[in-house]
């Protein structure tokens, strides 16, 4: 089965500076899906930016990025001149997308989550 | 706009008082799932529904049960809540198993069993 593992239960940044949360992940497989959450207090999760395991490139959507490490089985996400609207738990999440016969096809597995605040 | 919607935000249900939550999607997404997510971790899979199949997680407990009359509604059924049910819950949908989206959220139905 799959872990993640966010090894950073909180993280704290200036307003308008950087912040890099971790992720590390197991798996076997080759053929899979990264994604970065976002759940604001009280509020929806939504998808922050995603990750194909086939793709050399790290993606990036506006000022989040990620640093993704096939090899080493990393996918960090940096945060680039961060806004108090970024407060919120972040997860990072796995999703196989091999149908192996196995019962976590199509599931999404999440880390534990990184509380992320931001002073003004 | 398209979307997951849970009712209610929220919910307070005496110990042992059945309880169901509702989820509704306009997504037509045939994959929606329950997750449970106590304080400050991370959401648990209670089971999903593929069409009308069910699939259970293993270590969902019986008191836990689902029902999917049709591909825009879902429910959550907890027969007799206990105090360690209180937790978030959300729905989630997906087109398929496989794809690049992700799941679709709900914003959640925050029960609390006193």
């Known amino acids: 089965a799959q872990t993640v593992t966010q090894s950073q239960p909180e993280m704290s940044v200036q307003e308008a500076e950087t912040v890099t949360l971790s992720c590390t992940y197991d798996t076997s497989e080759s053929d899979y899906y990264l994604f970065w959450y976002k759940q604001p207090p009280s509020r929806q999760m939504i998808l922050v930016i995603r990750q194909e395991a086939y793709k050399q490139q790290n993606a990036t959507e506006n000022r989040f990025s990620v640093n993704f490490q096939k090899a080493a089985k990393s996918f960090s996400l940096k945060i680039s001149d961060s806004q108090l609207g970024d407060a919120a738990m972040y997860f990072c999440a796995y999703r196989s997308n091999i149908n192996a016969g196995g019962t976590s096809y199509g599931k999404l597995t999440f880390g534990q989550g990184t509380i992320l605040t931001v002073h003004p | 706009d398209a979307m997951v919607i849970q009712n209610p935000r929220y919910q307070v249900t005496q110990f042992g008082k059945p309880v169901t939550l509702s989820c509704s999607q306009t997504?037509?997404?045939?994959?929606m799932y329950w997750y449970q997510q106590k304080s400050s971790q991370a959401p648990k899979l209670l089971f999903h529904y593929y069409d009308k199949d069910f699939n259970n997680e293993a270590d969902t407990p019986d008191n836990f049960q689902s029902r999917r009359p049709n591909t825009s509604f879902c429910f959550l059924d907890i027969r007799s809540p206990g105090l360690g049910d209180t937790a978030m819950y959300l729905c989630?949908?997906?087109?398929?198993?496989?794809?690049?989206?992700?799941?679709?959220f709900g914003s959640g139905t925050r029960l609390t069993v006193v």
């Open positions: 997504l037509n997404h045939n994959v």
């Open positions: 989630a949908t997906s087109k398929g198993y496989t794809g690049r989206n992700g799941y679709t």
